[in-house]
């Protein structure tokens, strides 16, 4: 069988439906957009599925509005649901996760002279291009969908263990995504367990633990041994951005921005300040030096930029000085029996051992690859979308189009899958304005035919 859309969204996170929800709000009441994605966790992903209210947003609630043209939604929605914060506040993800819901569900609800918006239970594997200059989407459940516009918002997958080789004798001890089940449930209480990355997952990953009352030591490593920062309880006005594309290079850049977060109160003000330039700067660099900061600035700029919220970091600092969380700098190395658990070697300056009863990859979201995705792989090898070079997502324009000639169907890219083109493309903020522009494109191109 066979479906048809006017717009077909593949994806089931967070862009996805807000692509989707500026879509019924842009496009003429004959359209048929399709959302093709599990229905279960719709919109949540990874980020906002947790139930457990120890986990909080990283951004305050009065940035967290789902409509780029209306950024006071959520608190909005927050005060029509009885709960108690404002703007100021990091609610629990959870409730944010309700919230995507809603509005979702809200959307679905009004059918009066609006465009028709079709759940597909299910996950796009591949695609073609169609002799009508679309795309012909082949999906999980052995159906096919065409659409004449696409927009591609599948997201990012979570990083591998760094290491080469996982023996098979160590695999029962190794939890490769901290997500995918309760790992923790089969933790021992009372025994030490290493936490690989030193991110947000990892802090993530603490909190659960904590929560659980787990009595054992914590250990955590990364290359570089950095913990995300800490957002303060108030925030800091930005100051205005004092980096420029012409800036000079990155060591340049770098020096300008520690000198000018040393000449006020709270750095934090500086580096906000940078968010309505960051892809300008991004967009004006060259290859090489693009490849320069990833390879030696991005563990630090990622720490500063991306946040902890106040209650959070409170509780982490708590775990370090009480000695339950140590961290350590450098990398994973060999894995290896040893007792009831596992010995784990980390090379840094010094090489040393640590015992753990599991070993827990929290690495974080992997660049988006088109080799990862069985349908990138299959859009790119038929010539219809290209990777980006340094393996963040896919080349697309400035509006977030797929590079196009006249035999080739009309697609969009969202979130991470365009990191290479506009490098800030993760948090809400940013999702929440692309989402707007490219529903304002494909509204254009479809009704123009």
Known sequence: ???????????????AVALSLNLL????????????????????????????????????????????????????WLKENDFRAGPDDFVPRRVYGDYIADC?????????????????????????????????FHLSNGERLSSPVAALCTGAGTRRLPLETVPDAVRPFVVDDPWADAWWERLPMEGDVLLVGTGLTMVDQCL????????????????????????????????????????????????????????????????????????????????????????HASAYWNVHRHRMAPAVAKRIAALR?????????????ALRLEGAGLAADIVGREKTSVAAAMVVN??????????????????????VLCADPRGLGILVDEGSAVPSGADRPRLYALGP???????????????????????????????CG
């Not at 003429?28 to 947003?57: K, M």
């Not at 929290?362 to 010539?383: I, M, N, Y």
Request: hydrophobic share 45%; glycine share 10%.
């Open 104 to 136: 979702l569900q809200a959307a679905r609800r009004r059918t009066g002279n609006r465009p028709a918006l079709t759940v597909v239970d299910t996950v796009a594997l591949g695609a073609e291009a169609a002799q009508d200059g679309g795309l012909l």
């Open 208 to 295: 659960v633990l904590a929560e659980r009352g787990f009595k054992g030591r914590i250990h955590a490593v990364s290359r570089h041994g950095l913990l995300p920062q800490a957002h303060l309880d108030r925030r800091a006005d930005p100051v205005p951005a004092m980096l420029a594309p012409d800036g000079g290079e990155v060591s340049q850049m770098l020096f300008a921005l520690r000198r000018a977060a040393g000449d006020v109160p709270d750095w934090r003000a500086v580096m906000d300040g940078l968010r309505p330039v960051t892809q300008v700067l991004w967009k004006a660099w060259s290859p090489e030096r693009r490849a320069r900061f990833l390879r």
């Open 362 to 383: 929290c690495t974080g979201f992997d660049r988006c690859t088109v080799e990862a995705s069985p349908l990138l792989s299959s859009l790119a090898a038929q010539g």
């Open 25 to 76: 709000d842009l496009m003429p009441a004959s359209a048929q957009v399709s959302l093709v994605g599990p229905e279960a966790g719709l919109g949540r992903g990874i980020a906002y599925s947790t139930r457990n209210e120890a986990l909080l947003l990283n951004v305050p609630a009065g940035r967290m509005g789902l409509f780029a043209d209306r950024p006071d939604h959520f608190v909005a």
């Open 1 to 15: 069988m066979t479906m048809h859309a006017d717009v077909a969204v593949i994806g089931s996170g967070f862009s």
């Open 321 to 333: 000085d009480g000695g339950r969380l140590i961290v350590h700098r450098g990398r994973l190395g």
């Open 417 to 447: 899958l365009t990191a290479g083109r506009h490098f800030e493309i993760t948090a809400v903020p940013d999702i929440r304005q692309q989402a707007l522009s490219v529903a304002r494109a494909i509204s254009a191109a479809v009704a």
